[in-house]
């Protein structure tokens, strides 16, 4: 409802007609391509014209429901698109992420937009190519076999015709063809090339339009005012001060959900904070002192064998040598350095959401059963953002916006500010594991086990919108992600048994943040698995060689052993001094099935003061065909520097109420001057299939720089974040 | 009740009505004037994305008020250089593609540029102090560091 100072009428009167400027929004003028003439376009996923179209100037649009969360994978589906077609990339457009246009590919994660999403754009490029070379021996006479493509040109005996002039601003109506027979990757010229970034100009020089940019004709601006508790009621309001404030339209409340109106940005914010409200009192988050007792308290919804082998419980009672560690891993944020944005806008019952999400389509679903209307009334376009890196802020932004949306007639703009984002975004839940491992007479792993507290799985991958939680609106349970991946373990251990309790519970609502679940299950993984080397008295590299059988690993772990120069220890280094300095080693291959990281950590610890610094990294990398290299080794560096950040400083804070850690000095991360060297080996395999490289080789920095710890001062460190304190604490110990 | 405040913006006289001269430049500057370099990343001169400069020295827009900036000299990303007409520092984050998401890197720059007019020949370990309290998560400041690197050689 609307604040009665400010009339509905009166907002409907002030905004006039309602254009929305969609020139401002790139990805939305993309989208103007031709759905007048064409009637609306198919966004089927198993149709050529769900992905591709070409007009008649030969202009190629590819519709994709993968994202650019800033990694550049805009830059790299335009490869994939541009070189199975045969036409230059500036003759590639994209569309990502609209609702109306693009097919759904699934949510951006999981590192799988271009294992997925780039295969699937791939397959649908050789099916029209395809088809066109059919269309080009019909029209011109000439044999199949004695045409070829090249820069949208059919050409053979002497003959020509062009894509346009074949489709001529015609649909595309195909089925994809699974089996469309794919270019040779040996006669590629644009996969596989450090082209430089599409976005990148405009990204330096203030030209880019972020979603934070995006403005819509008649936008007002909006602030939602969280409680001071998590879970507190809103129980009184009054925004007589807000009146004062130039520029003030007007409050919406609903439940608990409150939030503030204004022309302008400055005002909002103004009237964010002179607005007042009286909430209830909450104190349901457990005592952060006692986190971990709480996790291991809390209810077991189910319990799951991820991994299962021998007989574990038997090879431990019989084995001569029983080793036993649990690990942790502290809640974290997503951190983006932009605080999550969205604009909607309700017309004719209609309503239209931009936003940053990485799922628009999975947001469409949520918006509507908030909002109780039918998908078919809500389009939701993607707006890039700041760097995402899992589900963050930005579908809770955008269901902000349209509820307030909703009641004022006007679009709404919702900004969130640095202490929504991280008070408010949706956490990388508390992972506690325990190990239980033998070694045979042979210091061989005879048995392996590792039971993960991790929240558990609702039916539906999505995470709860605060908007409708506040507002008592019908709302879905969090999903944390397949948090469950990673426990597995890639070596030949003939007693394996790695399970999931899932909890019915966990202090903050749960989501994936960067490598959800992979990089604390391997933190774990990998440095008990360098506790049991370290009890064999083995070299941890030669250690993690000796059990692997898969030839690609192996592969990886001699380049990697090359590349940092390794040289075997079986014992601490154990030097005096002041400074200590120790190297550590780890290894994943994701999710067991697909791309492969072996990394070494060079480390210093200062014994005085308890301080890790991590000077290098060795990384060796395997994701098969690479599309882009450059923009590969530009994720493998932010993999890299985002994860020491996590291991060594970030640690949510929260007193009984709420989260106080709400601005980068209570949530501190890594700074240029802690950045560490970092040295990478990849391995190309342009005739595999192309795998992702987004997240897994933030999965192996945890391990790596707690096992070059052990190397360098001997002791374990099983909880992460490495401070000062910790570390301190473990060398008296 | 609103006030005028007139100020040259990348070399040309521009004014904005503010109702309220405390508020910061960077909504000026983003919602009155329509500039999409300087970025909003905390309004609390923790992170350096909002940077600007005023009078040739980097400031926290975010945390500037607009009133001090009345008769003052501004010079955004955008008066820096253009995608056509790239200043050094802007040319050579595209050299080294120093960029993930993008959205800290008009603070890099920014900052960058007013380093460099103070140490024309930094070393590596000089440009990390120097961009210290600019944040970036995603991870992209080694090739920030190199493209800074870069940009001082090349202006030399
Ligand atoms: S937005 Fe100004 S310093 Fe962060
Ligand atoms: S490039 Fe994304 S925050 Fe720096």
Redesign the interface.
């Given at each position: 409802m609307l604040t009665d100072q400010i009339s509905r009428r009166d907002f409907l009167k002030t905004s006039g007609a309602l254009v929305v400027t969609y020139a401002l929004a790139p990805k939305a003028a993309n989208a103007a391509i031709d759905p007048n003439d064409l009637g609306p376009k198919t966004v089927a996923a198993d149709r050529v014209d769900g992905f591709v179209a070409i007009d008649g100037k030969g202009v190629v649009t590819v519709y994709s429901g993968k994202v650019d969360l800033g990694t550049g994978t805009d830059t790299a589906l335009t490869q994939i698109a541009a070189e199975e077609l045969g036409v230059p990339m500036q003759r590639v457009k994209l569309v990502t992420g609209d609702t109306l246009l693009t097919p759904d590919q699934g949510p951006t994660f999981g590192s799988l937009t271009i294992q997925n999403g780039g295969v699937q754009i791939r397959q649908a490029c050789a099916t029209a190519r395809e088809a066109l070379l059919d269309r080009a021996a019909q029209k011109l006479g000439v044999s199949r076999s004695d045409l070829a493509v090249q820069d949208g040109w059919i050409r053979g005996n002497g003959k020509r015709v062009a894509y346009a002039e074949l489709v001529g601003d015609r649909r595309l109506e195909l089925k994809l063809d699974a089996k469309a027979p794919l270019k040779d990757p040996s006669d590629y010229t644009i996969v596989g090339k450090p082209v430089p970034r599409l976005d990148i100009p405009e990204k330096v020089t203030g030209r880019f339009t972020y979603m934070q940019d995006l403005k819509v004709k008649g936008m007002v601006h909006a602030r939602v005012v969280r409680p001071p508790a998590m879970r507190a009621t809103l129980e009184n309001w009054s925004d007589a001060q807000c009146k004062q404030i130039p520029g003030y339209l007007g409050a919406v409340r609903k439940g608990s959900f409150l939030a503030v109106v204004a022309h302008d940005e400055w005002a909002a914010i103004k009237a964010a904070s002179a607005i007042e409200a009286r909430w209830s009192k909450w104190e349901g988050l457990p005592d952060k002192a006692k986190l971990w007792d709480h996790v291991r308290a809390s209810r077991v919804a189910k319990d799951e064998v991820l991994q299962n082998a021998g007989d574990s419980a038997a090879a431990l009672g019989a084995a001569p040598k029983l080793l036993k560690a649990t690990y942790d891993f502290a809640v974290h944020t997503h951190g983006s350095i932009g605080p999550s944005c969205a604009v909607a806008e309700f017309k004719d019952g209609k309503l239209t959401a931009w936003s940053a999400s990485q799922a628009t389509h999975l947001l469409r679903k949520q918006l509507a059963r908030m909002l109780d209307m039918s998908e078919l009334n809500i389009r939701c376009l993607y707006v890039e953002g700041s760097g995402c890196y899992g589900r963050n802020g930005h579908e809770d932004a955008a269901a902000d916006a349209a509820l307030i949306a909703r009641e004022v007639g006007r679009p709404v703009r919702v900004q969130w500010s640095r202490a929504d984002e991280h008070g408010w975004d949706p956490k990388g839940p508390p992972t506690l594991i325990d190990y239980r491992g033998a070694l045979d007479a042979n210091g061989n792993v005879s048995a392996w086990e590792s039971e993960a507290f991790i929240p558990e799985r609702p039916g539906q991958i999505a995470v709860t919108l605060v908007a409708a939680d506040l507002a008592n609106l019908p709302k879905e349970a969090s999903h944390p992600g397949n948090i469950h991946q990673g426990l597995a373990i890639p070596y030949a251990v003939p007693n394996i048994r790695a399970s999931a309790h899932w909890l019915a519970e966990t202090p903050f609502r749960p989501s994936w943040i960067r490598t959800p679940g992979r990089m604390q299950n391997s933190f774990g993984n990998e440095c008990f698995l360098d506790e049991l080397a370290a009890a064999a008295g083995a070299d941890p590299f030669e250690y993690r060689v000796r059990n692997l059988k898969d030839p690609r690993g192996l592969e990886l772990m001699e380049r990697l052993r090359k590349l940092a120069a390794w040289t075997p220890r079986t014992a601490p280094a154990g030097d005096a001094g002041e400074i200590a300095k120790g190297r550590g080693v780890s290894y994943i291959k994701y999710e067991l099935v697909r791309t492969y990281v072996g990394v070494v950590a060079d480390v210093e610890v200062n014994r005085r003061t308890g301080k890790v610094r991590v000077e290098r990294f060795f990384v060796a990398h395997d994701c098969g065909q690479i599309i882009n290299p450059d923009g590969l080794r530009n994720q493998i560096d932010g993999n890299i520097i985002q994860t020491v950040s996590r291991t060594l400083i970030e640690d949510l804070q929260w007193n009984r109420s709420a989260v106080t850690s709400v601005d980068w000095q209570s949530y501190p991360i890594l700074r240029f001057p802690e950045v560490p060297e970092i040295v990478i080996d990849l391995v190309d395999r342009p005739k595999e299939r192309p795998w992702g490289a987004g997240e897994p080789t933030a999965a192996v920095v945890p391990s790596a720089i707690a096992n070059a710890v052990y190397d360098a001062v001997g002791v374990r460190l099983r909880s992460v974040p490495f401070t000062p304190e910790r570390v301190r604490a473990a060398l008296k110990a | 009740?609103?006030k005028t405040i007139s100020f040259v913006l990348n070399g040309r006289q521009r004014s904005v009505q503010v109702?309220?001269p405390e508020?910061?430049l960077l909504?000026a500057l983003?919602?009155d004037l329509?500039?999409?370099?300087?970025?909003?990343?905390?309004?609390?001169a923790?992170?350096g994305?909002c940077t600007v400069h005023v009078e040739g020295k980097a400031v926290r827009s975010c945390t500037f008020p607009v009133a001090q900036a009345a008769g003052a000299k501004l010079l955004?990303?955008?008066g820096?250089?253009?995608?056509e007409r790239?200043h050094a520092l802007?040319k050579a984050?595209?050299e080294e593609?120093a960029?993930?998401?993008?959205?800290?890197?008009?603070g890099m720059?920014m900052q960058a540029a007013a380093f460099l007019q103070t140490n024309r020949r930094p070393t590596d370990?000089q440009?990390?102090?120097a961009?210290?309290?600019?944040?970036?998560?995603?991870?992209?400041?080694?090739?920030?560091?190199r493209a800074v690197k870069r940009a001082s050689e090349s202006m030399a």
């Open positions: - | 009740m609103s109702d309220d508020m910061p909504y983003r919602n329509g500039l999409h370099g300087p970025r909003f990343g905390c309004g609390l923790q992170c994305a955004t990303l955008e820096l250089g253009t995608p790239p802007q984050f595209i593609q960029v993930q998401c993008g959205y800290c890197i008009n720059i370990s440009i990390k102090e961009l210290a309290d600019n944040l970036c998560r995603c991870g992209t400041h080694a090739r920030i560091v």
